[in-house]
């Protein structure tokens, strides 16, 4: 994120700050959902790329 944050030119923002504020404000389950959305996704799209393959 600093770095992001760096090569866009923007250096009045304190990432470290930032983060943490999106830490403390997403609730506690809003990670898992993230991770178990992406999990999910990768394995739907290797299934239709084995059943293309397949087919």
Known sequence: ME???RK???TTVDA???MGA???T???WFRPLVTTRFLLTTA???AI???LAAS
Do not use: C, D, M
């Open 3 to 5: 770095r992001a944050l």
């Open 8 to 10: 866009s030119g923007t």
């Open 16 to 18: 470290k700050a930032l």
């Open 22 to 24: 999106a830490k403390e």
């Open 26 to 28: 997403f609730p506690g």
């Open 44 to 46: 739907g799209s290797l």
């Open 49 to 51: 790329l084995v059943s």
